[in-house]
Nanobody, 122 residues
Framework: QVQLVESGGGLVQAGGSLRISCAAS????????MGWFRRAPGKEREFVAT????????YYTDSVKGRFSISRDNAKNTVYLQMNSLKPEDTAVYYC???????????????WGQGTQVSVSS
């Protein structure tokens, strides 16, 4: 029903910045909360950030607070994750997902992107 296409991943030096994007199909994007999750090598997938349908509410996992910022542009059907002060431990595959609310629980998300690789070097 809603398709998600991610872009912007790549290799960045520690301390640098990167902005990744997720473009959604036009049909229902404005009705969905959007979230970012990530899976680091050898670890389970974890919640990173989420934003409500109108952008009024955001939540972040503790490890990225003050460094990452989630935003959305409903006119462009796109959600962004601005990542600053990147650390090697941020290295992971980052996934975009859509849900009916700004949840932190992976099981509550209905649609998922394919994932984009973010690598942070020392």
């Amino acid at each position: 029903q809603v398709q998600l296409v991610e872009s912007g991943g790549g290799l960045v030096q520690a301390g640098g910045s990167l902005r990744i994007s997720c473009a959604a199909s036009e049909r229902t994007f404005g009705d969905y909360a959007m979230g970012w999750f990530r899976r680091a090598p050898g670890k389970e997938r974890e919640f990173v950030a989420t934003i409500s349908w109108n952008g009024a509410v955001t939540y972040y996992t503790d490890s990225v607070k003050g460094r990452f910022s989630i935003s959305r542009d409903n006119a462009k059907n796109t959600v962004y994750l601005q990542m600053n002060s990147l650390k090697p431990e941020d290295t992971a595959v980052y996934y975009c997902a859509a849900a009916r609310g700004p949840y932190e629980v992976e099981k509550l998300y209905d649609y998922w992107g394919q994932g984009t690789q973010v690598s942070v070097s020392s």
